[in-house]
Nanobody
Framework: VQLQASGGGLVQDGGSLRLSCAVS????????TAWFRQAPGKEREFVAG????????PYADSVKGRFTISRDNAKNMVYLQMNSLKPEDTAVYYC????????????????????WGQGTQVTVSS
């Protein structure tokens, strides 16, 4: 399985961006996909996740109400719509995938994901 993230860029405080993650390879049965981010000097943190049926969609508290994750299984794409961006959202954003179902806090653990994209830089200027 390969994941390719794109859509990052430079945006002003309050602006919007949509990130895309193209999933290829043995995608059948890939149950969970998620977005993580890592700011300079900080640990990688969970942003949002989505199950294969889009029935389970957890978000980090810091992005609830501003970010929306979605997926198009027919196109093997996962998206992250980011609105009302803040300077503290500045980070490299990574998409990740796993064949394993996740419950509760398991969504947020980066070591629970088997496949990672290369990351895309998001910079929010104040």
């Amino acid at each position: 399985v390969q994941l390719q993230a794109s859509g990052g860029g430079l945006v002003q405080d309050g602006g919007s961006l949509r990130l895309s993650c193209a999933v290829s390879g043995r995608t059948f049965g890939l149950y969970t996909t998620a977005w993580f981010r890592q700011a300079p000097g900080k640990e990688r943190e969970f942003v949002a996740g989505i199950s294969s049926s889009s029935g389970i969609v957890p978000y980090a508290d810091s992005v609830k109400g501003r970010f929306t994750i979605s997926r198009d299984n027919a196109k093997n794409m996962v998206y992250l719509q980011m609105n009302s961006l803040k300077p503290e959202d500045t980070a490299v954003y990574y998409c990740a995938g796993s064949y394993r179902r996740k419950v509760g806090s398991a969504w947020t653990r980066s070591d629970g994901y088997d496949y990672w994209g290369q990351g895309t830089q998001v910079t929010v200027s104040s």
